[in-house]
Nanobody, 124 residues
Framework: QVQLVESGGGLVQAGGSLRLICAAS????????IAWYRKAPAKQRELVAA???????NYADSVKGRFTISRDSAKNTMYLQMNSLKPEDTAVYYC??????????????????WGQGTQVTVSS
């Protein structure tokens, strides 16, 4: 089991910055890939940024060049640095990790875990 607790959300003016933090606890050794998602009212949840254990990243087109995902494995913490924020970035942001398990047959995909969400509101 992995527990995720997010922080860092809040109210910011357009053009401002926020850094979201997601602290992991529990079986953190099993964490494989990490990601941030967001859910805006009346919209579907969307992937904002992902960081694989290989180091490769991908971002939603709408945040490329403005957001940066990172991870500090020693602190079991992941981050989403958000710059040049826009009102359309307003949403509840969730961190997600997927895990891997070592079985008799080798590595296998484990469960996904989600944080509780943190509200980001960008005023115009």
């Amino acid at each position: 089991q992995v527990q995720l607790v997010e922080s860092g959300g809040g109210l910011v003016q357009a053009g401002g910055s926020l850094r979201l933090i997601c602290a992991a606890s529990g079986d953190t050794f099993s964490i494989n890939n990490i990601a941030w998602y967001r859910k805006a009212p009346a919209k579907q949840r969307e992937l904002v940024a992902a960081l694989r254990n290989t180091g490769s990243t991908n971002y939603a087109d709408s945040v490329k060049g403005r957001f940066t995902i990172s991870r500090d494995s020693a602190k079991n913490t992941m981050y989403l640095q958000m710059n040049s924020l826009k009102p359309e970035d307003t949403a509840v942001y969730y961190c997600m990790v997927d895990t891997k398990l070592l079985t008799s047959g080798g590595w296998a995909a484990g469960n996904q875990y989600w944080g509780q969400g943190t509200q980001v509101t960008v005023s115009s």
